[in-house]
């Protein structure tokens, strides 16, 4: 009984929903760098150093990848960076 | 125009009735009216379109919620300019005074106006980096000069609040 297909079913969606995502964000010619700089300051708490590194990674390669984690706190943050307008998408970590 | 903070406002002075017009204008440029383009950038996708189940979600619950966000902020910021429209004599300069604890509501509020004008006239990457371009001769010309006049609002913003919270830090 304990290994009936729905048990086994509802493992496989756990392991897939925590599976590892990342948090992407992408580049804008409209927001401005410094403007950029504060929002992963503010959402990450990342250094000023920090978060001036992923805003150039941004504009130089049109996308830098600023976390990685779980689902729901990978949601949370995309979330949060769509409050301060910036194109950001959440992915699955192949 | 001076610019400067004063205490606990950022105090935008000696402001002739154009830029006093663009920044009545700033609640009202938020507003995507319709088009669809302008619509997408201010609630873009949260993933790739494969992932449907997230995509369904984020229009039922998170969408809603980025909507009162942004609603908020212009309402704030509507707030503030409420003294621009009462102006007892409407061709001379006045000043403006934005409380510094609604610097945040400010930001947002100017970055929706600046990516819905720039979405609505599908700027390139060079109109906007071109900040001299002279004279305005259009009304695309006037929405460029308006994303560039925003932008440098919010630069303002970003300095004197950062600066004053590494001065309280």
Known sequence: MLESPVIEQETREKQAIDLPWQVVVHNDPVNLMTYVTMVFQKVFGFSHEKAEKHMLEVHREGRSIVWSGMRERAELHVQQLHGYLLLATLERIN | ?169
């Not at chain 2, 790739?48 to 309402?75: C, G």
């Not at chain 2, 980096?129 to 994303?147: K, N, T």
């Open chain 2, 1 to 169: 125009m001076e610019i400067r903070r004063h205490g606990d406002a950022l105090e935008l002075a000696e402001l002739d009735p154009f830029l006093a017009e663009l920044l009545r204008q700033i609640p009202d440029s938020t507003d995507p009216k319709g088009v669809e383009r302008a619509e997408q950038r201010l609630f873009t996708v949260p993933a790739d379109e494969k992932e449907e189940e997230i995509s369904a979600e984020w229009k039922l619950y998170v969408e809603p919620e980025l909507r009162r966000l942004f609603r908020s902020s212009n309402e704030t910021v509507a707030a503030d300019l409420k003294p621009l429209n009462g102006a007892a004599r409407p061709f001379a300069n006045c000043t403006l005074r934005i409380p510094v604890k609604n610097a945040d509501a400010w930001l947002n509020t100017l970055n929706q106006a600046r990516l819905v004008l720039a979405a609505k006239h599908d700027f390139t990457e060079a109109e906007l980096c071109d900040h001299y371009r002279s004279p305005i001769g259009s009304r695309r010309d006037l929405s460029l000069f308006q994303v560039n006049f925003y932008g440098f609002l919010q630069e303002f913003i970003l300095q004197e609040t950062q600066r004053g919270g590494s001065r309280e830090g």
